[in-house]
T-cell receptor
Framework: KQEVTQIPAALSVPEGENLVLNCSFT??????LQWFRQDPGKGLTSLLL?????REQTSGRLNASLDKSSGRSTLYIAASQPGDSATYLC???????????FGQGTTLQVKP | GAGVSQTPSNKVTEKGKYVELRCDPI?????LYWYRQSLGQGPEFLIY????????DSGLPNDRFFAVRPEGSVSTLKIQRTERGDSAVYLC???????????????FGEGSRLTVL
């Protein structure tokens, strides 16, 4: 059974810092991995999608990497801003199931 | 529409009542998913539709929960005899899955917050 773990559960940093959020999964047989952002009381916003054949994806100040064999992904946020404060969720999509399995998220606070 | 639309955004009901939650996916998306999210937790899978049929309903917690997608577009999640433990945010997502299940990016709605008193 696929399990997804995100560490740390919460993180507080001063504005301007670069930071890394971690995601690990137990079954390396995945189709893709997706990182989401969730603001309080809101739905999920897709940030980056990495297919199983890819090593990383970049969007603006965000960079996500994938090491499928070791069951790990990282989300790197450069030059963090207070507007980055939110909960970040990673999810993996297993072959033939069509469903995402989520981690519990990392709640990020960027202090001005 | 431009995104996934869910109604109602908030629903307060009494224990034992029947509830329907609606999801209108992105136009043309063949795959539709229902998830449930409790406070401080990641979303938990409930059911997945490919077209009109439920391809995987293994996440439905019990037979009080049922979902339909009769025309392959709008879906309704139905909860009978609601219990306080059903209180959560119910999220809907859709995906274009050309090439087979599991290959597409999922796009989520804002969710329906259900409170059972």
């Amino acid at each position: 059974k696929q399990e997804v773990t995100q560490i740390p559960a919460a993180l507080s940093v001063p504005e301007g810092e670069n930071l890394v959020l971690n995601c690990s999964f137990t079954d390396s047989a995945i189709y893709n991995l997706q990182w989401f952002r969730q603001d309080p009381g809101k739905g999920l916003t897709s940030l980056l999608l990495i297919q199983s054949s890819q090593r990383e994806q970049t969007s603006g100040r965000l960079n996500a990497s994938l090491d499928k064999s070791s069951g790990r992904s990282t989300l790197y946020i450069a030059a963090s801003q207070p507007g980055d404060s939110a909960t970040y969720l990673c999810a993996v999509n297993n072959p033939n199931t069509g469903k995402l399995i989520f981690g519990q998220g990392t709640t990020l606070q960027v202090k001005p | 529409g431009a995104g996934v639309s869910q109604t109602p955004s908030n629903k307060v009901t009494e224990k034992g009542k029947y509830v329907e939650l609606r999801c209108d996916p992105i136009s043309g998306h063949t795959a539709l998913y229902w998830y449930r999210q409790s406070l401080g937790q990641g979303p938990e899978f409930l059911i997945y539709f490919q077209g009109t049929g439920a391809a995987d309903d293994s996440g439905l917690p019990n037979d009080r929960f049922f979902a339909v997608r009769p025309e392959g577009s709008v879906s309704t999640l139905k909860i009978q005899r609601t219990e306080r433990g059903d209180s959560a945010v119910y999220l809907c997502a859709s995906s274009s899955t050309q090439g087979g299940a599991g290959t597409g990016e999922l796009f989520f709605g804002e969710g329906s917050r259900l409170t059972v008193l």
